[in-house]
């Protein structure tokens, strides 16, 4: 960007991080996340740094306007601050955590929820020019950290205005969604959205994932899956660890466990039998493996995040 175009960023932001202000002002202050007219639309507010959480990142991107991040995706730790928004284009196991904010400057957050399938449609009707993956023929990861410009800047902050003028909603916000998505597509990590809902491999690897977590408590066959999703098994290996910087056992694993941990805050299951139920045959190496992943056996961590749900957004 030019040092024009960094200015009018700067003063975006700036005004972005008002209007989130206003809008959260007068709530209590218990209230982290804010629904809004705008059914794909939300703001999220930490006044403190918090804890590492894990969870599924569904598709979607989060603009930052105040405050600072850090998110574990695979071994890859991921910072941003204002101006900077994270984005995934399929649900994504990984581990977040605000790194600053306090009382008198939270932590400000404007999350766009995305649809696999609007995004296809878009793509095909609009068909816009994508960006290239970083190397000609890679397979792009799908949750990368990328900085907003000028220009998609300024489509946030139309959409925040538009929260005023509840009577325009209907037909400007799908306008309005509209042009996020060119811009989140066309911009240099547009990849990252396109992984799962492009091309047949990006297809392919979409349907895996969907398949894994919606029959997560199933025993995982590739050769089964490989088949499922018409892909050799060492290629769908390949092109899942590619895009999700893990293998599909790996995959399946996160979720069993970020599944067994919501069931166990809920306080009306044993550990043993939320095992069984999230697809392990040992209670013992569930408990193991719990561990390595929470820090802490199942029921001890469940006792300690009861209460405090909000560690679990990533």
């Known amino acids: ?30 209230a982290l996340d804010l629904a809004t007219a705008l059914p794909w639309l939300s703001l999220i507010r930490r006044p403190a740094p918090t804890p590492a959480g894990r969870g599924i990142l569904t598709p979607s991107a989060c603009l930052l306007v105040q405050g600072e991040k850090e998110m574990l995706v695979g071994q890859q730790v991921l910072r941003y601050g204002p101006g ?8 994504m196991p990984v581990s977040g955590q605000v790194t600053r904010a306090s009382a008198d400057a939270p932590y400000y957050g404007i999350r766009i929820d995305l649809d696999p399938r609007e995004i296809a449609a878009f793509l095909l009707e609009m068909q816009p020019a994508l960006p290239a993956p970083p190397c000609a023929g890679a397979d792009a990861q799908v949750v990368s950290v990328e900085r907003a410009d000028k220009a998609m800047l300024e489509v946030f902050v139309r959409v925040l205005r538009l929260l005023e003028r509840p009577r325009d909603l209907p037909v400007l916000g799908r306008l309005a969604k509209q042009e996020l998505l060119y811009h989140l597509l066309t911009a240099p990590g547009g990849a ?76 009306e299951a044993e550990a043993a039998s939320v095992a069984y139920e999230v697809g392990y045959e040992s209670p013992s190496q569930f408990s193991r493996e719990y561990r390595r992943l929470f820090g802490a056996p199942p029921l001890k961590d469940a006792q300690a995040l009861r209460g405090r749900q909000e560690v679990l957004q990533p």
């Open 1 to 30: 960007m030019t040092q024009d175009s960094d200015i009018a960023a700067v003063a975006a932001v700036d005004t972005l991080r008002a209007l989130v202000e206003a809008r959260m002002a007068g709530k209590p202050a218990g």
């Open 84 to 91: 900077c928004y994270v984005q995934a284009g399929v649900a």
């Open 192 to 267: 990252a959205l396109v992984q799962g809902m492009g091309g047949q491999r990006e297809r392919a690897v979409g349907d895996a994932i969907d398949w894994i977590r919606t029959h997560y408590n199933e025993p995982l066959r590739i050769d089964a899956l490989a088949r499922a999703v018409h892909m050799s098994p060492s290629v769908l290996h390949r092109r899942f660890k590619a895009a999700t910087v893990m293998s599909p056992l790996q995959y399946q694993k996160q979720v069993r466990l970020l599944e067994a941990r919501k069931r166990l805050m809920s306080g």
